[in-house]
């Protein structure tokens, strides 16, 4: 059986991890590679590196550290951030990389979508969304979430945008929720369930986790494949062999 | 012992070239015929579609390369699909060292493919390859194409369906997960494979 995925985001800004609640203020949390290294020895199961100035910023994400991860951990990662055209891509995932993740980008250019699922497959594609609810009770996305100065509002609804990204060759989608992020009161169960009956390819949960009954409810409620987290991993509030423990006792099968 | 890396332009090279240097073990990337035939154990890396992948081995001029190889030769993810006989992913002729046709995951309700993460391998038969592989041990997976179970089949997985996780025939096996990204499990693995 496959098992359900327990994945640490680690937000990349000027080389390090930061953290910041609801997309702001971000604080230092500490070094790339050491931070890797520490959520491999706890168990994660998969990494994601996110470099939130990237897009904002129209630069690309610095390919040393990549390949700093690459040589050091021997579990899968993924990068995110600013990622363009089919040679950004490539750069990253030739440094070592498994997936790539792309989000604003995506948005500005969809065939970018399955410009870099015919060039490496699909199974190195990640379409990172970032929804919110508005006045009206749809979900929209959002773009240029790095810089809340730069963040827009669009007209996508979120749902049709998961159709649309899977049809385009997305291998796997990642549903930010922000209107759970950074508050740690659980994952967006409605949105997520929402997002899986329209999901074929993996879908990963993020914005929400405070305690591991949230993943539990999660993995239960919205039959997500995998649950990203920041914060309560970085805090140590969360240990991971706890978290999978505690799943696994209740039946949820994560990798021992 | 002189382990080479073929290169075909699979995006897990640098990977799996990093996981051997873990054990200690430094690769050479080549697509050079004579080193590939002169080393001690060939892996062939890959990862995309397979159309892309054998065009690449026959720009190389590596078809006929790798099928005369008699050394240990170890396909990963793509590269363990490229040694069947044919893939129903763009109809593809492959190397055709393992008697196996890959063919796609079926769709069915609630299966998610690509079978991307962690999954269980059982054994299937007993292979110095296997050697230490308990019950409960995991690999990381990602693919949307399978080779289904068959003699050759050393581990399967589940998923949907049993299909081949690992495999072998004569001298050629592979590994449909990455063993350079699947943790313990995948470096003992790989040392199974480097004490061939």
């Given amino acids: 059986m496959l098992n359900r995925r327990i994945v640490p985001c680690l937000d990349v800004r000027d080389g390090q991890v930061v953290k910041g609640v609801r997309f702001r203020d971000h604080v230092v949390v500490g070094g790339i590679v050491e931070l890797a290294l520490r959520y491999r020895d706890e168990g994660a199961d998969e990494l994601v590196f996110y470099d939130i100035t990237a897009s904002p910023e129209g630069r690309r994400v610095d390919r040393d550290w990549v390949e700093r991860v690459a040589r050091e951990i021997d579990i899968p990662f993924c990068v995110a951030g600013g990622i363009r055209s089919v040679g950004d891509a490539r750069e990253v995932l030739h440094a070592g990389?498994?997936?790539?993740?792309?989000?604003?980008?995506?948005?500005?250019?969809?065939?970018?979508?399955?410009?870099?699922?015919?060039?490496?497959?699909?199974?190195?594609?990640?379409?990172?969304?970032?929804?919110?609810?508005?006045?009206?009770?749809?979900?929209?996305?959002?773009?240029?979430?790095?810089?809340?100065?730069?963040?827009?509002?669009?007209?996508?609804?979120?749902?049709?945008?998961?159709?649309?990204?899977?049809?385009l060759g997305a291998g796997e989608i990642v549903l930010n929720c922000m209107g759970t992020d950074g508050v740690r009161r659980g994952y967006d169960i409605e949105q997520l369930r929402e997002a899986r009956q329209r999901c074929r390819v993996p879908l990963v949960a993020s914005g929400g986790a405070g305690t591991s009954h949230h993943f539990f409810e999660v993995f239960r409620e919205a039959d997500v494949d995998a649950a990203l987290a920041a914060s309560v991993f970085h805090s140590g509030e969360i240990a991971i062999p706890v978290l999978k423990r505690e799943l696994r006792a209740r039946g949820i099968e994560v990798r021992a | 012992m002189r382990v080479v890396l073929v290169d075909a332009g699979g995006t897990n090279i640098g990977s799996v070239r990093y996981a051997l240097q873990r054990l200690g073990t430094d690769a050479e990337l080549t697509s050079d015929a004579a080193r590939i035939r002169a080393a001690t154990h060939v892996i062939l890396p890959g990862v995309g579609a397979a159309a892309p992948g054998m065009r690449r081995l026959r720009e190389a001029g590596l078809?006929?390369?790798?099928?005369?190889?008699?050394?240990?030769?170890?396909?990963?993810?793509?590269?363990?699909?490229?040694?069947?006989?044919?893939?129903?992913?763009?109809?593809?002729?492959?190397?055709?060292?393992?008697?196996?046709?890959?063919?796609?995951?079926?769709?069915?309700?609630?299966?998610?493919?690509?079978?991307?993460?962690?999954?269980?391998?059982?054994?299937e038969r007993e292979h110095p390859l296997t050697t230490g592989l308990d019950e409960g041990d995991t690999a990381y997976f990602v693919h949307s194409y399978m080779v289904p179970s068959g003699d050759y089949t050393l581990a399967s997985s589940d998923h949907g369906v049993l299909f081949s996780a690992m495999v072998a025939s004569g001298n050629f096996m592979g590994m449909q997960f990455h063993p350079e990204r699947s943790a313990g499990v995948g470096a003992r693995l790989l040392r199974n494979f480097l004490s061939l």
């Fill in chain 1, 97 to 167: 990389a498994d997936k790539v993740s792309i989000n604003s980008p995506a948005l500005e250019r969809p065939a970018l979508v399955g410009e870099i699922a015919d060039a490496f497959g699909v199974q190195c594609v990640v379409v990172g969304i970032d929804s919110l609810r508005d006045d009206d009770g749809e979900w929209r996305v959002r773009q240029y979430t790095g810089d809340p100065s730069k963040t827009k509002a669009l007209r996508k609804r979120t749902l049709d945008w998961i159709d649309e990204v899977q049809a």
């Fill in chain 2, 63 to 123: 078809v006929d390369v790798l099928r005369g190889l008699t050394q240990p030769v170890l396909g990963v993810c793509l590269g363990m699909q490229l040694l069947c006989e044919r893939s129903e992913e763009g109809d593809t002729e492959c190397l055709g060292v393992v008697p196996a046709t890959v063919r796609r995951f079926d769709d069915m309700p609630g299966l998610r493919v690509p079978h991307m993460g962690w999954n269980g391998l059982s054994r």
